[in-house]
């Protein structure tokens, strides 16, 4: 039985970008080129600790890998021209950094790992927060995050209080704001990787929950609004609480059915 090859490519492209950063590298900084969460890349990168070249540290309160052997190297700009896994050639994409065949290997290997892994419900919101976080005008608050968010502020509160306890995030509460390792993250390559991710029922699962809270929590507002309306009105109750309930019913489909909410362009 062959080994997934996705871990591979994350340890290629972690040591690659370290190699254009003096050694070091942020696990957020893998999200843009990857559809992972932050605990596949973790994981990853932990198993590289155990040899003499990788370490763990903390640079400005942020979580990094050093690769030692690149310390020494002069920053550059990271653009492969080569796959980072097969060394075929890439287009001209800065974000695509492994070839076409490699991607499809690297997804269907995903998709296999979410049958007993939760990585989906993780990277859907770890990596709906870093695109916002890189994407908003500084400085970048709780407030703007929540507010260009699919998730509720409190949700969003305590998600961007998570991303800050694993060391990807930073609140500076100088500025109450928020700072994140260098990184790029356009739009079109987030929407690639969200599309992949909430293919999963589980990277929805909460975001269902919380539509099937509210979908019930209005029907059973319009049935208890109908019967008192029966009672102060004295209109036919079975009228009235049949009435209530089909237009319950509906409201309940069309809330349960509605699309997710787009993120704003930025």
């Not at 990271?78 to 050639?89: D, G, H, L, R, V």
């Not at 929407?191 to 909460?206: C, H, L, M, S, V």
């Not at 919380?210 to 208890?224: M, Q, T, Y």
Request: hydrophobic share 45%; aromatic share 10%; charged share 20%.
């Amino acid at each position: 039985m062959s080994h997934p090859i996705w871990p591979v490519v994350t340890e290629n492209l972690a040591e690659q970008l370290s190699a254009t950063q003096s050694g070091m590298v942020h696990p957020a900084q893998l999200l843009p080129y990857l559809p992972l969460s932050l605990e596949c890349i973790e994981r990853t990168l932990d198993g590289l600790l155990s040899s003499n070249r990788v370490r763990k540290a903390y640079e400005n309160r942020l979580q990094v890998y050093v690769f030692t052997e690149s310390i020494d190297k002069k920053p550059q700009r990271f653009a492969p021209k080569q796959c980072i896994y097969s060394n075929e050639p890439l287009s001209e994409d800065t974000f695509n950094v492994i070839a076409p065949e490699v991607r499809a290997t690297v997804e269907s290997e995903l998709a296999l790992l979410a049958t007993n892994d939760p990585w989906p419900a993780q990277a859907n919101w770890q990596h709906e927060l870093i695109y916002l976080a890189a994407n908003l005008p500084s400085p970048v608050s709780t407030s703007a995050i929540a507010g260009h968010s699919r998730l509720s502020f409190k949700r969003t509160e305590e998600r961007l209080q998570a991303l800050q306890k694993q060391g990807a995030l930073h609140f500076d509460g100088m500025t109450n704001a928020w700072t994140l390792p260098p990184l790029r993250y356009p739009r079109t390559v987030y929407t690639r990787n969200d599309n992949y991710i909430r293919q999963f029922p589980g990277a929805i699962k909460e975001e269902f929950e919380l539509r099937l809270v509210k979908a019930l929590s209005i029907s059973l507002g319009i049935l208890v609004a109908a019967m008192l309306l029966a009672v102060t009105a004295r209109i036919p109750f079975p009228l009235v609480f049949f009435g209530a309930l089909i237009i319950a019913f509906f409201i309940f489909i069309k809330i349960l059915k509605a699309p997710a909410k787009t993120l704003p362009e930025l």
